[in-house]
Each structure stands twice: as C-alpha cells, then as structure tokens.
C-alpha cells in the first residue's frame, strides 16, 4: 500500500506541474481526458481510502469519503453520464474539493491528537486549500475557470507530496 501511495503521489506530483505550466491547458482539457482520468483518480483514491480503513479497523469518514469518491468516479463512466459531467464538471470537482478538503482537516487534527508533532499543519494547509478552492470553483465558476488550472496544479503538487511523505514513512514504520 505504501509502494502504491508514493507512486501516486509521484502522479500527482507530475500532473500538477503540468498544470501549472500550462494553466490554459488544463482549463481547456476539462472535456473528457480530464473527467476520465478524475474519474480514475477518485477511484483509485476511493480503493486506497476503503483499503486502509479496512485494515486499520477504522469504519469512519476516512472509508466513508472513500466509497462515495469510488462511487462517484464510477458514475462518470456510465454512457452519457460523460457529457454531462463535461457541462458540470466544475460543480463535481468544486464539491469533491471540498469534502476533500474537510476530511483532511479531519485527519489531521486527529494525527494531532495521537501524534503532537506538526506533521498534522501541512494537512490542514492543504485541507483549506481544498475548501477554498472548491467553494469559490462553486460560486464564481465562471472566474475561477480561469485560474482553475493552476489551482488545480497546486492541489495536485501539495497532496501527491502529502501522499509521498505519508507513503515513505508508512513504508518506514513497517
């Protein structure tokens, strides 16, 4: 699971910087390449997310975010659903960001709680990044469509390092 986490997260990583140096790109590739591989990404994420609740017993908002991110990944490719989603596709991610974002808050004053380092500060960084951008994606689509892809990129670079550092040190605790 770890080995899996970091190659993600190395993913995202990459992805990310695509995003913010073609900005205008990753806006105009909202259409289906991007609801395919966000559909992927949510699914692969759900799975990891059911995955690790399962073995650590823990039956919370970890598993629950991760069935409803399979669930909504699989419901983009349903025939039809695609075009869709390609006209709503700003409100589906702006809302996923912000569950995204609140669940890693969540789990981060947890890793606060049981841990007391700082490592829980860079998840609730990016835990409001998440909120904010998906509650301004959802007000204001219309200009945030035009930063959207260098958000997104910045969002990507910031949780696939995330998913990298946790992985490794996963990795490490084993």
């Known amino acids: 699971m770890a080995v899996l986490m970091i190659v993600l997260g190395i993913v995202m990583v990459l992805g990310g ?46 598993m629950l975010f991760g069935i409803l991110s399979v669930i909504a990944g699989a419901v983009l490719f349903i025939p039809g659903m695609r075009i869709v989603a390609g006209g709503a596709a700003l409100y589906i991610v702006s809302f996923w ?17 049981v841990s007391g380092g700082r490592e829980w500060i860079f998840g609730i960084i990016l835990g409001v990044l998440g ?39 996963a990795r490490n605790i084993k």
Not at 97 to 109: D, E, H, Q
Not at 153 to 163: F, K, N, S
Request: with cysteine; glycine share 10%; charged share 10%.
């Open 17 to 62: 910087i695509s995003c913010v140096f073609a900005p205008v790109m990753t806006f105009v590739g909202t259409g289906y390449i991007t609801i395919v591989i966000a559909a992927v990404m949510m699914i692969v994420y759900g799975v990891m997310n059911v995955v690790q609740a399962v073995r650590d017993k823990e039956y919370g908002v970890n």
């Open 97 to 113: 960001f912000i569950i995204k974002g609140l669940v890693t808050m969540f789990l981060s004053l947890n890793m606060k709680r």
């Open 131 to 169: 909120v904010l951008l998906g509650i301004v994606s959802c007000i204001k689509p219309i200009v945030s469509a035009a930063l959207i892809g260098l958000w997104i990129g910045i969002y990507l670079i910031e949780t696939g390092a995330d998913m990298i550092i946790l992985g490794w040190n």
